[in-house]
């Protein structure tokens, strides 16, 4: 919380010093030129359980609204509400679905004041938040977030840096029927929730200074309770072009997740790498994937991929599970996509894992979406279904409707 404080202090002295080059508004009119947005959604989810069997359905609807002021001496506030209802919910369904979907009400996800200079902009508050190793993530009604601070800046060249801080994050629920509530409980996109003792820090740092090519490293570490910390780590190489009517795209991909025990037994690590091939003509898209878990001895049993269930890149995930993160795994994927118009897109991927226990699991995936135009602009449709096979059982399928406004 110290930390928090005095970047909060640092923000409103830089916007006083900085009067002087003002743009010429009040605060008034900061309010006044702010911007509304939001989005409605409504969402259907069915599932079995872990052996295939006892089906539950989960029909939910949300909306979640945005108002962000203009600027007023480089500084700004944003505040973002979400809300949501699950009105013909069984009790089984709300068990079934209690850890990701079930979890009625309302929660102010974003509340944070910024300061730009330049080309350097710090947040401090609770807010969503997109890097490698600390992430939110969208794909559930409400959409997780962190309460802490960040600053990015761009003034290196085709280079981007950003660092971090965070202190607390908001769940999809809170586990009992509950919109997900800020706590010092983090989850995590490929292993069990983390509890933190006094949060976590981020370094990312992205280049695109050769052309097509981008590199990403970031690195976190994480006060976690009962453990002298993690450090976690992650970097990127993606390489995309084009040679005529085809596109390309090469990648590679590398996790590393280091920690010791607080009674000081030896330093634990694990790491996991994947690499991926794609290709595209002219609407069809493709690509195969292949990733390796190491096989070490750590407490989680998994690579960490990071903080919010958006901290999941792995190349090989399938659309809803996250196999490849266990250790000694090895994992294939293979996509396959056609984009029929600039508005439609329909594909299938396929995942096979090679488990550390001799077994092995398949996961079978169709996709769908859909974006109106004209009278429905901003309206998009989407479906998503996922069957496991092999050493593996239970299939999952949701329905997705939303519109931005």
């Given at each position: 919380?110290?930390?928090?404080k005095l970047s909060l202090v640092a923000i409103v002295?830089?916007?006083?010093?900085?009067?002087?080059?003002?743009?010429?508004?009040?605060?008034?009119?900061?309010?006044?030129?702010?911007?509304?947005?939001?989005?409605?959604?409504?969402?259907?989810?069915?599932?079995?359980?872990?052996?295939?069997?006892?089906?539950?359905?989960?029909?939910?609807?949300?909306?979640?609204?945005?108002?962000?002021?203009?600027?007023?001496?480089?500084?700004?506030?944003?505040?973002?509400?979400?809300?949501?209802?699950?009105?013909?919910?069984?009790?089984?369904?709300?068990?079934?679905?209690?850890?990701?979907?079930?979890?009625?009400?309302?929660?102010?996800?974003?509340?944070?004041?910024?300061?730009?200079?330049?080309?350097?902009?710090?947040?401090?508050?609770?807010?969503?938040?997109?890097?490698?190793?600390?992430?939110?993530?969208?794909?559930?009604?409400?959409?997780?977030?962190?309460?802490?601070?960040?600053?990015?800046?761009?003034?290196?060249?085709?280079?981007?840096?950003?660092?971090?801080?965070?202190?607390?994050?908001?769940?999809?629920?809170?586990?009992?029927?509950?919109?997900?509530?800020?706590?010092?409980?983090?989850?995590?996109?490929?292993?069990?929730?983390?509890?933190?003792?006094?949060?976590?820090?981020?370094?990312?740092?992205?280049?695109?200074?050769?052309?097509?090519?981008?590199?990403?490293?970031?690195?976190?570490?994480?006060?976690?309770?009962?453990?002298?910390?993690?450090?976690?780590?992650?970097?990127e190489a993606l390489y995309t072009g084009k040679a005529?009517?085809?596109?390309?795209?090469?990648?590679?991909?590398?996790?590393?997740?280091?920690?010791?025990?607080?009674?000081?037994?030896?330093?634990?690590?694990?790491?996991?790498?994947?690499?991926?091939?794609?290709?595209?003509?002219?609407?069809?898209?493709?690509?195969?994937?292949?990733?390796?878990?190491?096989?070490?001895?750590?407490?989680?049993?998994?690579?960490?991929?990071?903080?919010?269930?958006?901290?999941?890149?792995?190349?090989?995930?399938?659309?809803?599970?996250?196999?490849?993160?266990?250790?000694?795994?090895?994992?294939?994927?293979?996509?396959?996509?056609?984009?029929?118009?600039?508005?439609?897109?329909?594909?299938?991927?396929?995942?096979?894992?090679?488990?550390?226990?001799?077994?092995?699991?398949?996961?079978?995936?169709?996709?769908?979406?859909?974006?109106?135009?004209?009278?429905?602009?901003?309206?998009?449709?989407?479906?998503?279904?996922?069957?496991?096979?092999?050493?593996?059982?239970?299939?999952?399928?949701?329905?997705?409707?939303?519109?931005?406004?």
């Amino acid at each position: 919380m110290r930390l928090a404080k005095l970047s909060l202090v640092a923000i409103v002295v830089a916007g006083l010093a900085s009067s002087a080059f003002a743009a010429s508004t009040t605060l008034e009119d900061a309010f006044k030129n702010g911007k509304v947005s939001g989005e409605f959604r409504a969402y259907y989810f069915s599932k079995t359980d872990s052996a295939g069997n006892n089906r539950e359905d989960l029909f939910t609807t949300g909306i979640l609204l945005n108002y962000k002021t203009d600027t007023l001496y480089g500084l700004g506030a944003n505040f973002t509400a979400q809300g949501n209802a699950s009105p013909f919910a069984t009790d089984a369904d709300k068990v079934r679905f209690n850890s990701d979907e079930y979890g009625t009400g309302a929660v102010l996800s974003e509340a944070y004041l910024s300061y730009t200079l330049g080309k350097t902009t710090a947040q401090i508050g609770r807010m969503f938040i997109d890097t490698p190793l600390v992430s939110s993530s969208g794909s559930r009604m409400t959409k997780e977030a962190f309460e802490g601070v960040t600053v990015v800046n761009t003034d290196l060249p085709n280079t981007t840096l950003i660092a971090g801080y965070v202190q607390k994050f908001q769940s999809r629920t809170d586990g009992k029927g509950n919109v997900g509530k800020f706590t010092k409980s983090f989850a995590t996109g490929s292993a069990d929730a983390v509890d933190l003792d006094n949060g976590a820090y981020t370094l990312v740092v992205i280049n695109k200074s050769i052309p097509g090519l981008t590199l990403t490293g970031a690195y976190a570490y994480a006060d976690v309770e009962d453990v002298d910390g993690i450090h976690l780590g992650y970097v990127e190489a993606l390489y995309t072009g084009k040679a005529g009517d085809f596109g390309y795209t090469l990648a590679a991909q590398d996790y590393y997740n280091s920690f010791k025990n607080a009674a000081g037994f030896a330093d634990d690590s694990i790491n996991a790498y994947g690499l991926k091939a794609g290709l595209s003509f002219k609407g069809l898209n493709g690509y195969v994937a292949y990733s390796k878990t190491s096989n070490d001895d750590v407490a989680s049993g998994n690579i960490i991929s990071g903080l919010g269930n958006g901290a999941d890149l792995l190349y090989t995930d399938p659309v809803f599970s996250t196999p490849g993160y266990q250790k000694n795994t090895d994992t294939y994927a293979v996509d396959l996509n056609y984009d029929i118009t600039a508005a439609a897109n329909v594909g299938a991927r396929y995942v096979e894992s090679d488990f550390n226990d001799n077994t092995k699991g398949s996961y079978t995936s169709l996709y769908a979406s859909y974006k109106f135009d004209g009278a429905l602009k901003n309206f998009k449709l989407g479906a998503e279904f996922e069957s496991k096979g092999k050493d593996k059982d239970g299939d999952q399928l949701r329905f997705k409707a939303n519109y931005k406004f």
